[in-house]
């Protein structure tokens, strides 16, 4: 059977630069990571996330991360590798790619769905811990 790793995205704690209150954030979704089936050296990411719009915000940025929620490890790709989400008016977004990333068959994961273009923990709108399936 193929190696697959799936996750829910769940709200998170908002952070500013600012001294302000943290708020949390009304966001969630599914990710879907499975063998390419074109080439095993690929991975085949399904993910949706539905997010609370705010001013300015029209896409959302993404990346594979070791460890679990919250970590703050380095992606396991360089970022600009991960396409951007495009978000519809109600917040929602899917995106169906392959990117070039061999599965692992064991370790701890998660995907950050970041605001905007942003790549920093303080920019994390929802966070799914991955888990292997099969």
């Known amino acids: 059977a193929a190696r697959r790793w799936t996750g829910s995205f769940n709200p998170t704690q ?3 630069g600012a001294a302000v209150a943290s708020e949390r954030q009304k966001a969630y979704g599914s990710v879907d990571l499975t063998v390419s089936a074109n080439n ?5 990411v399904r993910l949706s996330v539905s997010v ?3 001013p300015g915000l029209d896409n959302l940025g993404w990346a594979i991360h070791p460890g679990n929620c919250g970590s703050g490890d380095p992606p396991v790709m360089a970022p ?6 495009q978000l ?10 392959d990117i070039p990333f061999t599965l692992p068959e064991s370790g701890s994961y998660h995907v950050n769905a970041f605001r905007g273009t942003g790549t920093q923990l303080t920019d994390v709108m929802t966070c799914a811990d991955l888990r292997r399936r099969s």
Do not use: R
């Open 40 to 44: 095993p050296n690929l991975t085949h």
């Open 52 to 54: 609370s719009m705010e």
């Open 80 to 85: 600009g590798t991960f396409p951007l989400m």
């Open 88 to 97: 519809n008016a109600n917040g929602q977004t899917t995106i169906d790619v």
């Open 14 to 16: 908002s952070f500013k």
